[in-house]
């Protein structure tokens, strides 16, 4: 395990991995690089989205939970495919020597989201649902945390991460995704996404074992 130190208060990273989409058919225009639009690049020193789920704690926790969150959220990023390329930031000469100006582009390469898995098991969820302010130790929860778009690009950081922490009587679900490379509206369908994929795979889950049972 390692401690985060962003404050966090005993927030101890229990596992840390790159999750690959999971696709039912490759998409036609799946392996692509997209080229930022101005716009777009206005966002570069924009920190990172940040959503987050406060629940209670299921019946089947621990690796079981984790395992299977880091399934449908597979299977969320084989629909939302961007989320698991990278910025990439390349040199354009235009015959001008040293190279007069730089472009930045999204590479749909599938290299894969940041799937945290942390324990804070000093916290409760009253410790945070009954707080007039956001408890220090929420940051910690938020692997990305602070972190503005352009660090993506300069230091190969992934656009979308997720961390799900185990609390004393509940669990956090905390996402964070690059602002330019997505925005309030797709965090959230990703997020709904994601959501439904979990319920579909519990759903089958248990009549599997249902079916054991009474077989």
């Known amino acids: 395990m390692e401690a985060n130190t962003g404050g966090g208060g005993g927030v101890l990273v229990v596992s840390r991995r790159m999750i690959r989409p999971e696709f039912k058919e490759l998409p036609p225009e799946h392996d692509t690089t997209v080229h930022l639009t101005p716009w777009d690049l206005r966002l570069l020193t924009v920190e990172n989205i940040q959503k987050g789920i406060l629940l209670p704690k299921p ?4 690796e079981t939970l984790v395992e299977h969150l880091a399934s449908s ?3 969320a990023l084989g629909r939302f495919y961007p989320f698991a390329g990278r910025l990439v930031v390349e040199e354009v000469d235009g015959g ?6 730089v472009s930045v582009s999204l590479r749909c390469n599938d290299e894969g989201a940041e799937f945290v898995h942390a324990a804070a098991p000093d916290v409760a969820v009253a410790d945070i649902a009954a707080s007039l302010h956001i408890p220090r130790v929420v940051w910690s929860f938020f692997p990305l945390n602070g972190v503005v778009a352009a660090h993506a690009a300069t230091e190969s950081l992934p656009v979308l991460s997720t961390q799900v922490t185990e609390l004393s009587d509940g669990v956090f679900i905390a996402m964070s995704v690059n602002h330019v490379v997505g925005d309030g509206t797709n965090f959230w369908e990703f997020t709904a996404t994601h959501g439904r994929r979990s319920v579909e795979m519990e759903y089958r889950l ?3 074992i249902l079916d054991q049972a009474i077989g």
């Open 206 to 208: 248990s009549s599997d």
């Open 96 to 101: 001008a020597s040293p190279a007069s100006s």
């Open 59 to 62: 019946p089947t926790g621990g």
């Open 73 to 75: 959220f597979a299977r």
